[in-house]
């Protein structure tokens, strides 16, 4: 076992030195870099935020200097690549160039959006989702299976953001009904409300964004928990338990149960950890919640490098460290796998 972790995390290392190698040489030619931006705010009468290059449209070559130098941009490729990959060696993911903030501090504002949508999703879609899919597997072929595969699928092939303009129509304002906050995970008053106010706020305005991710997510779990017990109810075992006279009950839970659900178990910590970070930036933007999913798309779309790299560096290590646990997960599980002979 032992051997297994020291090479997986051994080819951690150029996996992680890939993705970071391959998004900076791609930097270095997307055109409209960072002082480009501030160029253009400025011109444009704002300048950006925290920005300290706020008073002219007209910035002359040694401002432009001044702001390459300020940035780093004055340096050659080589040298500030060698230098984020030392910064990022003592965790050190530097400070974003428009929003005078560090990329750590940016990623704690962000995360409680994302953790409030990442483990109600994941919550919620879970306790559906295999309960849902055990009783089709038992019930397999029957009209109850017929009837929800279709309302999965069909919640599947809905588009999260497709949904959500549908909702607000519906109960957020729309057309219809002003049920249902549009803004933010809280209203103006929060400081002022009691305990089970706040409650009540914070779930209230959860409601439609958990709606368009727990409808679109848990499809996928639902059908692999029905597959994966179906598969073990036709094996040989679950006839011999059967022709011993065993319950059905008994025969599900004591002999199927455990078998059926390794390759849900095994998946926990990655479904568990993705569900904070694959949050849909459409489902963000259109209800206006300021996750750590809008964050990256502002930052690459006003190439905010810092943040941009940053945030791949923490979460592809964060990636890499959850797939290893879940193949560990696997010998805790089931002691028949065994890894030893995969690190020979």
């Not at 791609?26 to 444009?44: C, D, K, L, S, Y």
């Not at 009209?143 to 957020?172: E, K, M």
């Not at 009691?194 to 996928?220: N, R």
Request: proline content about 4%.
């Amino acid at each position: 076992m032992l051997p297994y972790i020291l090479k997986r995390i051994a080819l951690m290392l150029p996996t992680l030195l890939g993705a970071l190698t391959v998004t900076f040489i791609v930097m270095q030619f997307v055109p409209g870099g960072p002082v480009e931006q501030i160029m253009a705010e400025a011109r444009a009468g704002g300048g950006g935020e925290g920005n300290a290059y706020k008073a002219g449209r007209d910035i002359d070559k040694k401002q432009r200097e001044e702001l390459m130098k300020q940035y780093g941009f004055d340096k050659p490729a080589h040298e500030r690549y060698f230098k984020m990959l030392g910064d990022y060696a003592r965790f050190d993911l530097g400070k974003s160039f428009l929003q005078n903030k560090g990329v750590w501090q940016l990623i704690k504002e962000k995360l409680p959006v994302s953790v409030s949508l990442g483990l109600w999703t994941f919550f919620i879609s879970y306790a559906i989702s295999i309960p849902l899919g055990v009783a089709k597997a038992v019930r397999e072929g029957s009209r109850f299976d017929v009837i929800t595969s279709f309302g999965v699928l069909l919640g599947y092939a809905i588009p999260g953001f497709v949904l959500g303009v549908l909702l607000i129509v519906l109960f957020a304002g729309g057309t219809f009904y002003d049920w249902f906050p549009l803004r933010g995970l809280t209203s103006d008053n929060w400081d002022e409300l009691t305990a089970f106010g706040k409650l009540k706020d914070y779930l209230w305005h959860l409601t439609l964004p958990l709606t368009c991710l727990v409808i679109h997510s848990f499809a996928v779990v639902t059908l692999l928990t029905k597959n994966t017990f179906v598969e073990e109810i036709r094996k040989q075992y679950v006839l011999v338990a059967r022709a011993k006279g065993l319950s059905q009950e008994r025969v599900l839970y004591k002999h199927i149960f455990r078998n059926a659900l390794i390759p849900l178990v095994t998946g926990f910590p990655a479904a568990f950890i993705g569900a904070f970070f694959t949050g849909s930036v459409l489902i963000e933007t259109l209800f206006s919640l300021d996750g750590l999913g809008l964050l990256s798309y502002e930052s690459v779309v006003r190439r905010d490098y810092p943040v941009v790299l940053g945030s791949l560096y923490l979460f592809t290590l964060l990636g890499l460290v959850v797939k290893l646990v879940s193949d560990m997960l696997y010998t805790v599980v089931d002691p028949r796998v065994q890894f030893t002979s995969v690190a020979k």
